[in-house]
Structures are given as structure tokens and as C-alpha cells.
């Protein structure tokens, strides 16, 4: 069975800053929808073709002082890395914050999550 090579580094960026990244669930919706017709089949005749939606769930760990305002997230930038070289990068463009939610366990730090919204998605 031959190795595969996985994804690696997650950066967000907001205004010129790094900020760590623990997890990201991009979700992307094709924006098509059904064409719904009144025919004798009782099946929907064709779709149409809609707009791109890419939303992504961001988990980062809270830190003790210059922690961003994530309400006012406009224009941020996420790119998810290769871990080695000639692998293919995802980036997600014009990045703005939909809402955050903070959480905090006994065993670990505290974190947030992070509802993004991105213009864009461009593959390198």
C-alpha cells in the first residue's frame, strides 16, 4: 500500500497578521437549484444555475493578549497549505466574519469558533 500525502499548515490572514489556526471546515453550496414544472412525470424538468457560496468554520485557540476582533473580520484571507513542496493550495479570498462563539474545557485551552464567509476559493 503506497504512503498518501496529506494537507498541512492552516494561515488566516487579517490585516497583514497571522493568525493560528487549530481547524477549518470549508463548505462550499453550487448555488444551483431545481426547475420545478407542473408536467405529467411529477419530476422537476431541469435546474438553474445559481451563485457560489463558501462558508468555513474556523477553531483557533483564544490567546492571552492581542487577540483579534473577530466581529469585525472584513477582507481576511485563509489559505490551507500542502505539507511538502509541488502539492496543490487552497486559499479563500475577501474573507468576512458571519459570527464566533467561544468555548472552554478543563482539559485544554480556550478556543474559539468562527463562522466565516469568503468570496472566492482559488486553487494553486
Known amino acids: 500500500m503506497a504512503l498518501k500525502e496529506y494537507l498541512g499548515a492552516i494561515i488566516l490572514e487579517v490585516d497583514g497578521k497571522e493568525i493560528e489556526v487549530e481547524s477549518v471546515e470549508p463548505d462550499h453550496k453550487s448555488g444551483r437549484t431545481l426547475v420545478k414544472t407542473m408536467n405529467r412525470k411529477g419530476k422537476p424538468s431541469g435546474y438553474s444555475e ?71 476559493r482559488i486553487k494553486e
Open 50 to 120: 445559481g451563485v457560489h457560496e463558501y462558508t468555513l468554520k474556523i477553531s483557533a485557540p483564544i490567546p492571552k493578549t492581542g487577540a483579534p476582533d473577530w466581529d469585525k473580520i472584513i477582507g481576511a484571507k485563509l489559505t490551507i497549505f500542502p505539507v511538502s513542496e509541488g502539492g496543490q493550495r487552497t486559499t479563500y479570498v475577501d474573507c468576512v466574519s458571519l459570527g464566533d462563539s467561544e468555548k472552554y474545557s478543563v482539559q485544554g485551552e480556550a478556543k474559539v469558533d468562527v463562522t466565516l464567509a469568503a468570496m472566492d
